[in-house]
């Protein structure tokens, strides 16, 4: 099938891209920019809901809560915006190295198969060796509500920590270990069915009481408000130049590009390394987004490897969603609590061009590894720090993780419309585009030093991606038909033009409405009364098979052995 005709302009997306580009380099001249709606997935998406609903977001969104549902955001269309800035950097970086590059091409579409490449991966890995791909379930959240009805979200990464918290609450060790695998999984499945009896000890607590089991066990526990408003609105990321030093080699610049535009030499960071001491979601994505753009990523890894990498399902032997992050990363072994793992990252960061890591706070500092330390060696660094919180909270944050930066950046509150309890998505949204972000701002710090010849610091946080996903000043409110419809066989979304006429929907469909069709005939019988409608992806297997998304998805293959986004930009 061919690919859809660029012609649509999205405005959130573009005006994420524009402010990103503002801050990346005041003043001074990047790329060329398109963005437009579905990109090369073949279908007709005129807005962000169709998006989400054709890409899976709805589908992943929807698992904790028994259904496909839209995010109340934008977040398609944000994320977007964010790759649009990439490619505009990274268009600037590599004609100041050389490259004849003029324009960098984005859409939503690809924003939103980049957001659920995880989930995407599991979905499709090849190997039958672990649990099938959760189910949704109507009771998935993690939030939970009080005896004197506030909504709370708890978080910790520590199962002493957690067994002790619900000792406090009079629940017996047992029945506390049974929600630690979900809780802790909720990260990799979207959905989290504490046993019955967990929530229920909440219920029968204060919010005080909560407060304090947590402060007396390390527990992490947040309020979860019902203001959309971010609680503090940081600058994306945050660029402290390096000591003024020339570089102390020259940047190396990439063969000139051959007659395949996409091979690794004509990429804009081609001959550049970056060096990443990551785990989990954020620190990797952002690597891997630069290994993307061509630059050569070296991973530091402690003894025997990341644990995440055996984290099931698996595909060639390693974690489906392990290599959706981390693919294409060459490995180093290196035990950073000892000075001879700490001598290995000293020695790959004096030979690299970026360094990046979300170590807790302090923990940079305490290990002789911050931005001063490694610069000393190769003043040229860009050093890179994604952090939960950064100094937002001051000197001692919650645990720095996804869902504690939706509650306090106000996103438990925006992504669910008015007539639901506020909760944060178990999609990890801040997560995705916390990495995006940081890339970014690794990106305009590669660019300055293309003018400057100066290293810098880059501080970057899951806050400040949070802060960049505009939301209205109250929770929004939808009808019936704002949620997808079920059908004889899956799920329809009404476009903008049916939803605005429920009447002519009636007419259309009877009393029985679409459930005695197929979304197929659904889709065709509005279609031809001028009513568009996207049908919902919910099995992202099949998503993967659809060609429709033949352009946009590449097939699981021996190497890979799960199905993955192509690159979200294309270069001219």
Not at 50 to 59: D, T
Request: overall charge neutral; some cysteine.
């Amino acid at each position: 099938m061919t690919p859809s005709p660029r012609t649509d302009v999205p405005a959130v997306a573009t005006t994420i891209a524009d402010r990103l580009l503002r801050h990346t380099a005041p003043g001074a001249r990047v790329g060329r920019h398109t963005i437009d709606r579905a990109g090369p997935v073949a279908m007709d998406l005129p807005d962000e809901r169709a998006v989400q609903a054709a890409c899976g977001l709805m589908h992943v969104h929807g698992r904790a809560t028994g259904g496909p549902v839209p995010l109340a955001v934008d977040y398609a269309s944000v994320v977007a915006g964010v790759l649009a800035a990439q490619g505009a950097t990274a268009v600037a970086i590599g004609r100041a190295r050389g490259l004849g590059l003029r324009e960098a091409r984005t859409s939503v579409a690809q924003g939103a198969l980049l957001a659920v490449g995880q989930y995407l991966a599991a979905a499709t890995a090849g190997e039958d060796d672990g649990p099938p791909e959760p189910r949704v379930c109507a009771g998935g959240l993690a939030t939970l509500d009080t005896c004197d009805g506030v909504r709370v979200e708890l978080e910790t990464l520590d199962p002493p920590a957690w067994r002790e918290f619900w000792a406090r609450l009079d629940v017996p060790p047992a029945l506390a270990g049974r929600g630690w695998l979900p809780f802790q999984q909720r990260f990799a499945t979207a959905v989290c069915p504490l046993p019955d009896e967990l929530r229920e000890a909440v219920r029968r607590r204060t919010s005080a009481e909560l407060r304090a089991a947590a402060g007396d066990t390390g527990v992490s526990l947040l309020v979860v408000g019902s203001d959309p408003a971010p609680a503090v609105r940081p600058d994306p990321w945050r660029l402290t130049p390096a000591p003024d030093a020339r570089l102390r080699r020259p940047v190396p610049a990439p063969a000139p590009p051959g007659p395949d535009a996409g091979t690794a030499s004509s990429l804009p960071l081609a001959g550049l390394r970056v060096v990443e001491s990551t785990r989990r979601v954020q620190g990797p994505l952002a690597g891997h987004v630069l290994r993307i753009l061509g630059a050569e990523v070296i991973r530091i890894e402690p003894p025997g490897g990341d644990p995440m990498r055996w984290l099931p399902p698996l595909a060639g032997g390693t974690s489906a969603r392990f290599t959706a992050l981390n693919a294409g990363k060459r490995v180093v072994e290196a035990d950073i609590t000892t000075g001879q793992g700490r001598d290995t990252v000293r020695a790959l960061a004096a030979e690299a061009d970026v360094f990046v890591h979300n170590w807790a706070p302090g923990k940079a500092a305490r290990l002789g590894l911050d931005a001063a330390d490694l610069s000393a060696a190769r003043p040229a660094l860009v050093y890179a720090w994604a952090s939960g919180f950064g100094d937002a909270l001051g000197d001692r944050p919650p645990l720095g993780t996804d869902y504690l930066a939706q509650v306090h950046g106000g996103l438990a509150a925006a992504v669910r419309p008015a007539d639901e309890p506020p909760a944060p998505s178990l999609m990890t949204l801040t997560d995705v585009l916390g990495g995006l972000v940081c890339a970014q701002g690794v990106l305009a710090a590669l660019a300055a030093r293309e003018r400057t010849g100066r290293g810098c610091r880059v501080d970057s946080s899951l806050m400040s991606a949070a802060a960049l996903v505009p939301r209205p000043a109250h929770r929004v409110r939808w009808t019936a038909l704002d949620r997808p419809l079920r059908t004889a066989d899956g799920h329809l979304y009404l476009g903008a033009e049916a939803r605005a006429h429920p009447d002519a929907v009636h007419r259309l469909f009877g009393p029985a409405g679409l459930a005695a069709l197929t979304t197929a005939e659904c889709a065709g019988r509005l279609a031809a009364a001028g009513l568009p409608a996207t049908p919902v992806h919910t099995d992202l297997a099949a998503l993967a098979d659809d060609p429709a998304f033949e352009a946009a998805v590449a097939p699981s293959d021996p190497v890979v052995g799960h199905a993955r986004p192509h690159a979200p930009w294309e270069f001219a």
